[in-house]
T-cell receptor, first 114, second 111 residues
Framework: DSGVTQTPKHLITATGQRVTLRCSPR?????VYWYQQSLDQGLQFLIQ???????AKGNILERFSAQQFPDLHSELNLSSLELGDSALYFC?????????????FGSGTRLTVV | QKEVEQDPGPLSVPEGAIVSLNCTYS??????FMWYRQYSRKGPELLMY????GNKEDGRFTAQVDKSSKYISLFIRDSQPSDSATYLC???????????FGGGTRLMVKP
């Protein structure tokens, strides 16, 4: 157990629907990062939050949004889902703003859009 | 050109072989270097961490950094089938910078 908790582990939904993925960072970590990983693809950075505020944005679609709550857990909202959104979504956390000590990853949420 | 380049593989080796995994990078500000191991459909886990240049050894794993060549390596001695995974390099500059990941190299160790 890495200490980063992601729920749900699996999600199957239809095109056009909206889903919410949840992440609880490791205790003491203030930064949360969201990554998307399609089959046999590398990690695609989506967005970073630090202590409740958005810090960096990557290749995140306008249909996707995220937030970090006062208790530091984060949610990634995916709407108007398309077949191409099927992927593994990872959450990672780190102590500070950056990654000099590395990130700790959760086990991911597998999203299947049918 | 990507900031961090990594051969995607797959790299297939027999059990017991020495494996060399490599990354090249273009940003000379990078000074914190990491290797992650990702088993199929699992989250990446931090395997090795090095700061600046030099070597670091941990069991069968050795991480090597050559900042002058902007080149980092991970060596696995006596490779085992359980080492079959995707290996991602990652690096960062200053404390406020995010990690930049390579695309990963898929390793297959055959019994």
């Amino acid at each position: 157990d890495s200490g980063v908790t992601q729920t749900p582990k699996h999600l199957i939904t239809a095109t056009g629907q909206r889903v919410t993925l949840r992440c609880s960072p490791r205790s003491g970590d203030l930064s949360v990062y969201w990554y998307q990983q399609s089959l046999d693809q590398g990690l695609q950075f989506l967005i970073q939050y630090y202590n409740g505020e958005e810090r960096a944005k990557g290749n995140i679609l306008e249909r996707f949004s995220a937030q970090q709550f006062p208790d530091l857990h984060s949610e990634l909202n995916l709407s108007s889902l398309e077949l191409g959104d099927s992927a593994l979504y990872f959450c990672a956390s780190s102590v500070g703003l950056g990654g000099i000590y590395g990130y700790t990853f959760g086990s991911g949420t597998r999203l299947t859009v049918v | 050109q990507k900031e961090v380049e990594q051969d995607p593989g797959p790299l297939s080796v027999p059990e017991g072989a020495i494996v060399s995994l490599n990354c090249t990078y273009s940003n000379s500000a990078f000074q914190y270097f990491m290797w992650y191991r990702q088993y199929s459909r699992k989250g990446p886990e931090l395997l090795m961490y090095t700061y600046s240049s030099g070597n670091k050894e941990d069991g069968r794993f050795t991480a090597q950094v050559d900042k002058s060549s902007k080149y980092i390596s991970l060596f696995i001695r006596d490779s085992q089938p359980s080492d079959s995974a995707t290996y991602l390099c990652a690096m960062s500059g200053n404390a406020g910078n995010m990690l930049t990941f390579g695309g990963g190299t898929r390793l297959m160790v055959k019994p």
